[in-house]
């Protein structure tokens, strides 16, 4: 099979197209580096010509309220190339809870695109994925503040990156979804206690004050943003960190 992956050169397009290959089949990386951008709709009747597969990992370079006109635009850009070049199957990543937390400007983004990939033309598959493993530093850093940083308790369901990217190869390998998988992480963690772990596990000597007013995650109400019943990836939080 031929698959053209939009946002094929980031941390997770970058995987698929690799565990693509080395499943046998020609795939393709597309970005802005390559000369494709979404918004504008530069390149991509070239780079999704001729694919059996589209799929599409680009990101909004905001998590704010600009957020969902990035998905609305590159949505109707990308399935109209999509259209017009006879593509069979066109995938996104998506977030576990996106569409249950409207509090939040880029989970309403998120569920937007599944909206607009789901009343469009063509035969579709979402995969949702809980957080990445790889970003927990980066949320951390946002409410650090000299040797204390403030984290909300909110249930967390860490997932790998590298199973997250072999997760969507394997939609993307098969029959069109034209619905949602959830995969997550095997175990679950309070944000606040999943902060702890990771700076013992990195020698970082600060502190963790659980905060319920503390960043993004605050907005989350309950556990919406784990899923028990999710396709289980193999990768353990420990052993990643290790």
């Not at 997932?159 to 175990?187: F, H, M």
Request: glycine share 8%; net charge negative.
């Amino acid at each position: 099979m031929k698959f053209a992956v939009i946002g094929g050169t980031g941390l997770i397009g970058s995987q698929v197209v690799r565990n693509l290959n080395a499943a046998g089949h020609e795939t393709v990386a597309h970005s802005k580096s390559t000369g494709v951008d979404v918004i504008s709709g530069r390149g991509l009747d070239e780079a999704v010509a001729g694919a059996d597969v589209v799929v599409n990992l680009t990101n909004s370079p905001t998590f704010d309220e600009a957020s969902p006109a990035f998905f609305r635009t590159s949505m109707d850009n990308l399935l109209a190339a999509a259209e017009r070049a006879g593509v069979g199957h066109v995938v996104i990543l998506s977030i576990v809870g996106t569409d249950r937390v409207p509090e939040l400007d880029y989970y309403r983004a998120k569920a937007l695109q599944e909206e607009i990939l789901a009343a469009g033309p063509l035969p579709y598959s979402i995969v949702r994925a809980t957080q990445f493993m790889d970003f927990v530093d980066a949320i951390l850093s946002w409410t650090a503040e000299g040797d204390t940083v403030r984290l909300p308790a909110t249930p967390i369901q860490p997932i790998a990156s590298k199973d997250v990217a072999e997760a969507v190869a394997l939609v993307a390998a098969g029959t069109p979804l034209n619905g949602i998988r959830n995969i997550a992480g095997p175990e679950v963690f309070p944000l606040d206690e999943l902060g702890r772990i990771t700076l013992a596990a990195k020698g970082d000597h600060r502190t963790v004050v659980t905060d319920p007013t503390a960043g993004m995650f605050a907005a989350v109400p309950g556990d919406v943003l784990t899923d028990r019943n999710a396709r289980l990836a193999p990768t353990r939080y420990a052993d990643w960190l290790s």
